[in-house]
């Protein structure tokens, strides 16, 4: 029995408003999401580099000037989020695939669309679903090593802590913007969501090695090269952010405009998808 | 009014869906009928405000299609034909999850989902998952999702769609218990059975037209006066002299020659057959305006002449 004994009647309560769905579809897809223990250990598996990077922040002062790394530069955050990016890659065929596939394949876009939640905040809503797990193995572990090597120094200023911080902040926008919307659009384009990971992973891997034959060949290692490999273009991302290489650049406006693209494009689907469930 | 609608079209491309739909529905259970095809899912959807009329005014609930369609959303309820559910939630996550969906605050969500879920049977079976439920179980989640919020109006789409005998008539006992909650219905239904049930008015949609509306009575009452007259015995003498009397009689049964119809053509020619009745020193078992089914009033309605 359940424990409300009260009667089915009409609601006066409060209503909060439209914009609200885009929290509540958030936070019922990151608790669905966490629901699954291969989720759970999944993030706690990409912790794993950022001990390692800490224990490499630890023991690089004792063998700084021997290996030639200084472990206050941006090189730990760059080596950092190089190996977030492919469990990123990972987290997207896993679940970020399924996030409108499963919609589309049980029916429940009349669901959403016949209440009051707009296609924004459906479109919101399993962005930032899909961008809290991208965070949590990018931008928490990167902040953590912040942390750890704001206290091992004895002479790193606030200052400096704070534009590191802002720094990993920017660089886990780009890497959550752009892979959320990305698998966001490949999801809403297919309804099995196994075939939708495995296509963003073929996607992934096979542009890569691509590149890395296409470099082997040319010989060169021109950063307009380097907008072939979508692995490529935010490793040179990171090298903008940590280490202000410029030729990160044009990787940079390529990301903004593939993560432009396809979220017009994801807006076009969605809308297409509802159109086609009424 | 529970909405009013004023010369709204609907065109998808060419083809049009709805032609000119001029009608003020007053509230209560209202059963939504015509053939396939004759635009009631697209109505439907219109006064949901999913789809903005091509042209033409149309109010639900006081709220303009066209400009208030979230506003509406808020007030109605929706129970889709087809099986849709949000995957890997169980019965009441999804209610709680529908509830929230519709602006509902948490704690609201829940105490709201338990109560729509014990008021459409839902026991222990709602603490899983909704892939694994039967159709009548998934008809009852859907409708607990269409009601949650405790919408005004909800929009009811063929519910007792693939449930067996005892579920349909479980299901038909709630929508009916709906009305005098009371929540107002939409019933669209194949099943006309399901519609003469519960439903307290009708409106009945051709090939995109209004082809009727009004209380259900009214269409199952004959009009061109007829009235069924039932005798102990002595049918066939009163028969005869009804018709010397003027009346046009009838005998639909051959094997219960004591049960007449007559046409009574005015109030004053009433006295005329009861004149008849006691001169003839009958016993009167039965007297009532005619009533055909359901069935046969929608028949007469989109295929006139069928019956003649």
Not at chain 1, 52 to 59: E, I, N, Q, V
Not at chain 1, 264 to 274: G, H, K, Q
Not at chain 2, 248 to 268: F, M, Y
Not at chain 2, 272 to 300: G, N
Request: net charge neutral; proline share 4%.
């Amino acid at each position: 029995m359940s424990i409300y004994a009260r009667r089915y009647g009409s609601y006066d309560g409060p209503i909060e408003p439209e914009s609200s769905r885009i929290l509540v579809i958030a936070e019922t897809e990151v608790r669905r999401l966490l629901a699954m223990k291969w989720v759970r250990r999944l993030i706690l598996m990409a912790f794993t580099p950022t001990v390692f990077l800490a224990a490499m922040l630890y023991f690089g002062l004792v063998v700084k000037k021997a290996a030639g790394f200084d472990p206050f530069s941006g090189d730990i955050f760059v080596y950092h989020f190089r190996t977030a990016t492919w469990f990123v890659a990972v987290m997207m065929a896993a679940f970020g695939a399924a996030m409108i596939a499963k919609d589309v394949v049980t029916r429940a876009f009349p669901l959403y669309f016949t209440r009051p939640v707009s296609i924004r905040s459906y479109v919101l809503g399993k962005l930032a679903a899909i961008a809290v797990p991208v965070l949590g193995v990018s931008l928490l572990p990167g902040v953590l090593l912040a942390i750890t090597q704001w206290a091992l120094a004895e002479d790193l200023s606030l200052l400096t802590a704070g534009v590191t911080l802002a720094k990993i902040m920017g660089a886990s926008v780009v890497l959550a913007g752009f892979a959320s919307t990305v698998i966001l659009l490949m999801s809403s384009l297919g309804t099995s969501a196994r075939y939708v990971g495995v296509g963003w992973l073929g996607l992934f891997l096979f542009l890569d090695i691509a590149y890395g034959i296409f470099k082997a060949a040319m010989g060169t290692d021109s950063p307009l090269l380097d907008l072939m490999s979508l692995r490529q273009q935010l490793y040179d991302v990171y090298d903008l952010i940590f280490r202000g290489d410029s030729d990160g650049i044009p990787a940079l406006v390529s990301l903004c405009a593939i993560t432009g693209f396809c979220a017009a494009a994801l807006r076009v689907r969605i809308l297409a998808i509802e159109a086609k469930n009424r | 009014m529970l909405f009013e609608l004023q010369g709204i079209n609907q065109h998808y491309g060419a083809f049009q869906a709805l032609t000119d739909v001029t009608v003020a529905v007053r509230p209560g259970v209202v059963g939504l009928l015509g053939p396939n095809g004759s635009g009631k899912s697209t109505l439907i959807k219109t006064l949901l405000g999913m789809l903005e009329p091509t042209s033409g005014h149309g109010k639900v609930l006081g709220q303009d299609v066209r400009s208030q369609s979230l506003a509406i959303r808020e007030r109605v309820g929706y129970m889709p034909e087809h099986d849709a559910y949000f995957a890997d939630l169980t019965g009441f996550e999804s209610v709680v999850y529908a509830a929230r969906l519709s602006g509902l605050p948490r704690r609201h969500a829940f105490r709201r989902a338990h109560e729509v879920l014990d008021y459409v049977g839902m026991e222990e079976a709602r603490y899983r998952e909704v892939q694994g439920y039967s159709t009548g179980m998934r008809q009852r989640i859907k409708l607990a999702q269409a009601l949650v919020h405790g919408p005004q109006l909800v929009f009811l789409d063929e519910p007792t769609n693939g449930l067996d005998p005892k579920g349909r008539e479980e299901m038909l006992g709630l929508i009916g218990d709906l009305g005098r909650i009371p929540v107002n219905v939409l019933l669209s239904s194949h099943v006309l059975h399901d519609v003469e049930a519960v439903c307290d008015a009708v409106l009945l949609l051709q090939g995109g037209q209004v082809k009727h509306y009004g209380p259900l009575r009214d269409l199952l009452t004959t009009k061109g006066g007829e009235y069924e007259l039932q005798v102990r015995t002595g049918g066939p003498q009163l028969s005869q002299a009804l018709t010397t009397a003027g009346f046009q009689v009838a005998t639909p049964n051959p094997l219960d020659l004591d049960r007449l119809v007559v046409v009574i053509p005015s109030e004053e020619a009433i006295d005329a057959l009861w004149a008849a009745v006691i001169a003839l020193d009958l016993q009167v078992r039965h007297f009532a305006p005619l009533t055909v089914s359901l069935e046969r009033a929608f028949v007469d309605l989109v295929e006139p002449g069928a019956h003649a």
